[in-house]
């Protein structure tokens, strides 16, 4: 029994080093060509560069116009972020504590709208915003904030959904007992109690927000407008990429997120159970 637990064990660790090199291996690749020549990185990508040319970053910095480009960025995540929880949260608490059939009928509705495909809507929601309410070439900032708002808020109702019906309705009571309105109720007892929850909310609608490229290609028309994600297309030619610009491209792209992610990652998994099972 203990030579089979030691086995047990040892083949465990092995598939756990084999999943980190799995997964750790092209940011690796990432980091190292990010110092190499177009050439270096054509002739051999898994080689070690031959110095560390740091100037490409600073091309990077120019051609992106970064800091307005990583504003834009962080301007959009930030506040579609916040309003998807405070949307999110107040739906869900609705939806919790008043259990009608109306309501049960269309919580399960946006639940479900979880599995449509934003493909399969793209073109009509272009063409709706774009050619009829001509809002793409007026506020399409506003407009991509708004859109984020709705394709984020279902899933993270239904994560709230699931944490709000763990919570004693007996301390709403109370607060309402002591004189407090339902506003300051929500805002006072149950919003608190969510942080866990809206912490883990967070961090996955940053991650998706500030990687997606397809919803801002759409919808952002003007340069000054972009998104680090899209602004990254200055260094894709007709024929040829310029490889030692976008790899340092990605990388500081990437680089925030990840950190961010980093942080985060202990609460993501802590808040989806939480929501999952309660």
């Given at each position: ?13 092995l ?6 090199v ?40 120019e051609k ?10 962080f301007?959009?995540?930030?506040v ?45 929601l ?24 709705g ?88 024929y ?37 099972i309660?």
């Amino acid at each position: 029994m203990a030579i089979q637990s030691r086995l047990s064990l040892i083949m465990t660790y092995l598939l756990l080093i084999v999943a980190l090199v799995s997964f750790t291996f092209p940011f690796f690749l990432l980091i190292v060509n990010s110092f190499k020549s177009n050439g270096e990185i054509l002739e051999d990508p898994f080689s070690l560069p031959k110095s560390l040319n740091i100037s490409h970053f600073g091309d990077v910095i120019e051609k992106m116009n970064f800091l307005v480009t990583f504003k834009n960025t962080f301007l959009i995540t930030a506040v579609s972020v916040i309003f998807i929880l405070l949307f999110s949260a107040m739906a869900a608490h609705f939806f919790v504590r008043n259990t009608t059939k109306f309501n049960n009928t269309f919580f399960s509705v946006m639940v479900a709208s979880m599995i449509i495909p934003f493909q399969s809507i793209m073109i009509p929601l272009i063409y709706i915003y774009g050619a009829k309410l001509n809002l793409i070439e007026t506020v399409p900032v506003i407009l991509l904030i708004v859109l984020y708002v709705g394709f984020g808020s279902a899933f993270s109702v239904f994560i709230y959904h699931g944490f709000i019906k763990s919570i004693p309705y007996e301390l709403e009571e109370a607060s309402l007992i002591d004189g407090c309105t339902r506003r300051q109720t929500f805002f006072k007892i149950v919003l608190p109690m969510l942080a866990p929850t809206s912490m883990t909310i967070a961090i996955l609608n940053v991650l998706w927000i500030w990687n997606d490229y397809l919803l801002p290609s759409l919808i952002l028309s003007e340069e000054k407008n972009y998104t680090m994600p899209i602004k990254m297309k200055v260094f894709n030619g007709t024929y040829m990429n310029n490889w030692e610009l976008l790899i340092p491209a990605i990388l500081m792209t990437i680089l925030p997120i990840l950190i961010t992610y980093l942080i985060g990652q202990r609460f993501i998994i802590k808040g989806v159970s939480q929501g999952a099972i309660k």
